[in-house]
């Protein structure tokens, strides 16, 4: 075990683990030494199997009492990975009530089935377009009245001196939609700050971020994002599309608002993970579509981000949903724009015809797309020192008015300092120009950048005539702008992150477009400023996020036209090696800073000498195929572990021998059980007792009651359950001598939660669950152990 | 079981049995009960397991008379399952041997292997590019020369009256080509006939089908495409491109030529299924990236056909070399083209530039788009009925030749008969064009239709004048074209299926749309021909092919224009709808034909009521840890069972009591252990003796030799082998009760080729590979079982 560098630790914090609820963190099949010991005690559980590593033991306890040591509140910290994240379960419970269903179900009713699927990905779509079409017009609405406020105030204001009365009433209104965007975020729903990606990224990897597909958090989302466009903040309106689309499809699949207390019986057959997983992983894709009009590239993310087990079935189902997305969001704009039937709108944010004549490419460029894709580490390298961690909400929203503030403060100087004028273009209505202190017929260029929303800045940076940005200008805006977002980044609002790097890449590759064309004075014919404020937006955006096949697809799409395919994937493809040399994307390093247990595509390299037997959490806490009532009310109570998952033995002996596999259960199922005291006695009482059916279970999905709701009488601990009938009798297993890449490949293949580690009787020696597998990376010193701590 | 409504048949013909050899079909893990009752009195081999269907024997038995009584000749049939094939194994075999190479190898070790992957997918990408330059260069090159030939000659006996002089030479020409492609085919390599994509699409599915990847048929298939294509015939050459990629991509990745007896000793960490499968898959991509300019859609089809775990970095590769294959095309095409760096030629064939402006759709298009999707079924509904089998190389190549001449004759009456003449545009000096009757300045148009190569007739088709066309020249000519290219289908020639039914598809939509026009007299600025053309070239491609994503993309990437994606999709959707309510893909149906062991994505909806224990082969033929050779001999020379997968096991005693499960070794392995006569006895007498290592399993990789070429003599025969260190330890294992779908789902997503079914003791009672799992589907009357033969 040479190549290890850290030991495992187990960071517990006694003083919080009695204040259990649904709230509460819920280890998932680790446990502590220490607890198990008490509870073994007791002689009612089982813990089964050897210490595979027992020499460890002392090392932890050490461990243990050294962070104890250590201040109570454990930072944000990419070397730890917390325990607080449950795991979806993207394998099905094939227990008996669940084959029994599925064999009564006749081909038609499959049929049916998939029927409703196509429904509910067309309904998905259909209502991510809507929403997309809602926060547009919102934004567009409210941003005209604020335009036309300040222009008219700037215009008094012009000639009668005294300018900082405009500043004054900018900032104030900037201010104000920020602090309602803020309050929002931070004092109702503070999953919903930021764009959501890695959000629904961790979803669709399996690991289940609380209260991240409420409907809540969806308003939440909206409501802060339309505040923070129209607040003028460097963010896009496009990132929080993706977690949107999420929402919306995890609410239609299951035909029920937990949050609205509504049930309308319907989809009840989906009201499972496998199930909901595969509508939210459309749901993003359809959000992809409506922001970029890119429906193959929606799909693609999804995959990118999410898939594991490509189905094709699935896959056009999500490309289905796509589809409707991008169609509903054009026709409802193209009826707004009251130009109805000419689909002219496929997105949220539209590049633009590039014409391709003007704007072929020839092969010796090439060469240069690949060094602007290398250029932007310098942009990225600093990115991520402005991520911060403020907790406190009060503190939050004071920052984003902060924000809000300097962003203006900084935009009306820049502006009212530069000299840059361009005469008017006569046919140019639709965006927002100022004349301030140029000559009548001509426009600031600096105002243009900063008063427009990002979108249309982008849109004109990549299609303005050459000469309509002077270098200077362009120089410091990219400079500021960087700057601003960088800072933005982070804060408790609802906002993307895509549209901020779009513009910087543009404004700089544009930069690098005129300085081309000034070296090279014949060149002007090849050299368009447009062309290059592309690549350098592409190049800007991979280094960010790290996309590469859904990212170039996304672009394509969004241009309109293939003919960059090429050079947005060198370029892309460039900015990914380059920047994978220095740092993770930031959807990554958000991640980590999370200690999220996200599994990766493959186990590390060099992983091959460890085996299930190192990597299982051992002692397991097992079940006997019938139990005793009050002991499964113990285990479950017991928060110190806060299993998720119980093998269920035949029972051999009592004490230490491990005992043969014959099924496993979760918590969820069990708490179901108890609720309905399905006990073997009172069964018998009552004849007539119902049968429990798979529609108790799915009636309780997802928010399943913790057990301290349940009320268990002191008779009633004495009865007994048979699980027989609920357990999935034929869980995936694997034997102790299964390398670590082997597991992982299956783990990450199917979607598991749990996989129980049996020896070569088939006895249970242990259970491997997603933290085991995620908790080893590549670190710079070969293969790390990441701690795991309960923040 | 009363929805199953076949039961298995063991279709055995004894007198082929005899002859083995490595070109003998391979069972795969399936047995006779008859001879394996035979050998179970040997006593050397364990016949593990209970009969899980003891009823079913005594009904096999008589099924078996019962087939004997039938021809021997079984005829193609998609009611059976073949026998004959074996399968790719996905999963690598992690035996003591891999895991010591592994562990030993540094991270170093891990990124250089990782780098190799790129340069071998960089290396495919350019020489599937270079192929298919190779291939576009030297088609246009002769068909100039014959296209010069014939219109002097038809100049010439125009006006001196005796054109069928000119139509014989038209014949004889065409036929000495066709002549040539088809002898290439027939006698050479039979595999190289059609487009090879179902043959591919089996290969990636993990199908072996024998010879696909060979240099031969790589050299086969590149000239029979360019002599099918020159020949006249309808065809394209854009389907062998995939297959050509594909070949590429499995003998760059293998470092060596088994063909050519050479070994360049490089990437020889590669030599095995689960590597050489990943890079089938990148030529593949790069294939149809070469073929139609569309590097994304190049991987959407490899995934789309392919894959079963999406793997982002594999992806990646794809992605790349798909790049670097269009990228070399558009390169060497440019220089050919004397415009060097003007990288206009992404494919071989391009859609031409689709102006958006003239061409942009409203929504009241949608239906009408719809519409034509569907409209397609009545040309799908007889596109089978041509497919026919000839199987004498003879023959073949007499029916090539006889539809060469036949296609030849009815062109030149078709050109003969028409009149329709229209005026000569000035700048159009590259299409080839027959004045023939027609005035002086005018051309005759169903001439450019039929005389060209299919790719210039589609372009035309796309961009030509409205008017250039009458319809009833374009009704004529699909009609026959049609009829042309069924009966060219399934010709023993390498030829492609895409660019016909483009051609049909887009002169039946370019007549929707004239008529359209027609009707709706001032519809003239809307209904454009040529968008009528590539929606209905989209409706009928997808009709025939049933790819969605992956066509909406290539045709995207194809037209150079975003703006159709929508109509599109919708056209493939509609096509593949009601496609599919009548007949399967003709990829499929050609699968199904060849009675392929193909796995679908999921298994029959209805089939939850079977488990592993009516699915799994039984009893099973195992092995011990330590075994005599001349056991192992025996039971590798047994040619009617053939198994290629023996579990390993501990042995308890003789007899019929299943034994535990300790491991699982391939026939592969056995021969090469056997080959190197690794005998515990020797080992003991030679302390030298080398230890066997990796290398050697790799440089017998992929062709094992026969069991029979190994000599064994009678002292080696008592000898022993201790197989523990060559076994794989922890192969992957299901309980008996485990539901199909689920036993469906670990096979298909971890690739298997062999998985082993265990009771509660971890006792093996049967063994579930390829042909267990394929032969279920879903027919007309709910869940059917189809027949194993050995044909």
Redesign the interface.
């Known amino acids: 075990m040479a190549n290890i560098t850290k030991k495992v630790s187990w960071s517990s914090r006694p003083d919080e683990t009695g204040a259990t609820g649904e709230t509460t963190p819920l280890l998932n099949g680790s446990e502590q030494p220490r607890h198990s010991r008490q509870m073994s005690g007791e002689g009612a559980i089982f813990h089964i199997g050897r210490h595979g590593a027992g020499d460890l033991e002392e090392e932890m306890t050490t461990e243990e009492e050294f962070l104890r040591g250590r201040p109570k509140e454990i930072p944000h910290n990419e070397k730890l990975l917390s325990l607080k994240f449950e795991s979806l379960d993207y394998d ?1 419970i ?1 227990n008996q009530l669940f ?1 029994d269903e ?2 009564r ?3 038609m009713g ?1 049929r049916c089935l998939e029927i409703s699927r196509w429904v509910i990905c067309a309904l998905i779509g259909f209502l991510t377009g809507l929403i997309a079409c809602f926060i547009d017009i919102v934004v567009e609405q409210v941003a005209k009245v604020k335009y036309n406020v300040i222009k008219e105030n700037i215009e008094t204001f012009t000639e009668a001196g005294g300018l900082s009365i405009s500043l004054i009433l900018w900032a104030v209104l900037n201010c104000s939609f920020v602090i309602v965007g803020a309050i929002l975020v931070a004092f109702f729903e503070p999953i919903a700050a930021g764009s959501g990606i890695p959000q629904i990224k961790c979803y669709l990897n399996g690991v289940k971020i609380p209260r991240v597909v409420r409907l809540k958090t969806l308003v939440v989302k909206v409501c802060g994002v339309i505040c923070s466009v129209v607040g003028g903040l460097a963010v896009g309106k496009e990132g929080p599309m993706i977690h949107s689309g999420g929402v919306v499809a995890a609410g239609v699949s299951q035909g029920r608002s937990t949050s609205l207390k509504r049930d309308f019986k319907i989809f009840e057959y989906f009201r499972r993970d496998t199930e909901k997983r595969d509508f939210v992983s459309a749901g993003a894709a359809a959000g992809v579509s409506a922001a970029f009009g890119a ?2 590239g929606g ?1 693609l993310f999804s ?2 981000e999410g ?7 699935l ?2 189902r999500i ?2 949903a796509s ?1 409707i997305s ?2 509903t969001l054009n ?1 409802v704009l ?1 009826v707004y724009h009251k130009k ?5 709108n ?1 997105g949220l944010i539209n590049f633009g ?1 590039f014409e ?1 004549d003007s704007l ?5 460029e090439i060469p240069l797309f690949i060094a602007m894709g290398a250029e932007l580490l310098l942009c990225l390298m600093s990115a991520v020192l402005f991520c911060r961690y403020v907790h406190r909400p009060c503190l939050q929203v004071m920052e984003a008015t902060l924000v809000a503030a300097v962003t203006a403060a900084v935009s009306f100087t820049m502006i009212y300092f530069s000299n840059d004028c361009q005469p008017l273009a006569p046919d140019n209505t639709e965006v927002y120009q100022l004349q301030l202190f140029c000559a009548d017929g001509e426009y600031n260029s600096m105002a243009t950048a900063f008063f427009n929303t990002p979108e249309k800045s982008v849109t004109s940076l990549f299609h303005d005539q050459p000469g309509t940005y002077n270098p200077l200008t362009l120089g410091l805006f990219t400079l500021t702008y960087f700057f601003l977002a960088c800072w933005t980044y982070g804060l408790a609002v609802s906002a993307g992150v895509f549209i901020p790097s779009l513009l910087i890449g543009a404004a700089w590759g544009r930069l690098c477009g005129i300085l081309l064309a000034s070296i090279f004075s014949s060149s002007s014919t090849w050299a368009d400023p447009g062309k290059y404020a592309l690549i350098g937006a592409a190049a800007q955006l991979g280094g960010i996020v790290r996309m ?2 859904s990212l ?2 996304i672009l ?2 969004a241009t ?4 960059y ?2 050079p947005i ?2 370029v892309l ?1 460039t900015s990914k090696i380059v920047g994978d040399y220095f740092q993770e994307g930031l959807y990554d390093i958000h991640i980590k800073l999370q200690s999220v247990p996200f599994l990766h ?2 186990a590390p ?2 992983s ?2 460890l085996t299930a037997r190192e990597v299982m959490s051992s002692p397991v806490t097992c079940l006997n195929k019938i139990e005793k009532v009050g002991t499964i009310v113990d285990i479950l109570s017991n928060t110190s572990t806060n299993h998720n998952g119980f093998p269920v033995v ?1 029972q051999v002996m009592e004490g230490d021998v491990p005992a ?3 099924g496993l259960i979760l918590r969820s199922q069990l708490i179901v059980l108890l609720k309905h005291k399905v006990f073997v006695e009172l069964a018998r009482s009552r004849l007539t007792q119902r049968k429990l059916l798979l529609k108790d279970f799915r009636d309780a999905y997802p928010r399943f009651p913790p057990i301290q709701s349940i009320h268990v009488s002191q008779d009633e601990r004495e009865c007994m359950m048979d699980l027989t009938e609920f357990m999935n ?2 869980p ?4 102790q ?3 670590l890449p ?1 597991v992982f ?2 783990f990450r ?2 979607g598991l939660r749990h996989l129980v580690v ?1 020896d ?3 006895r249970v020696v242990g259970l491997v669950s997603r933290k085991d597998l995620a908790r080893y990376h ?1 670190g710079k010193h ?1 293969l790390e152990e990441l701690h795991l701590a309960q923040t």
């Not at 109805?340 to 002219?344: D, H, I, K, M, R």
């Not at 072929?360 to 010796?364: I, P, S, V």
């Not at 995936?732 to 034997?735: A, E, G, I, K």
């Open positions: 099905n094939e084959l599925e064999r179900m006749s081909y499959f429906p193959v799909v995959l990118e898939a594991s087990f490509w189905n094709q079935m896959t056009w490309f289905f589809m991008t169609f026709f193209s109805p039937g000419e689909l002219s496929p015809r391709s072929a490419y020839t092969f010796y590469t096949l170039t697809v394509v799409e309109g036209n293939v003919t395919g090429l994937m060198l493809m595509w493959e390299a060099t091959h000498w035949v043969k596999l014959c009798p034929t995936y297993t694997v034997p001598e299964t390398s082997r490949k299956l293949a199917l049996v070569d009787e088939n590549l070969g």
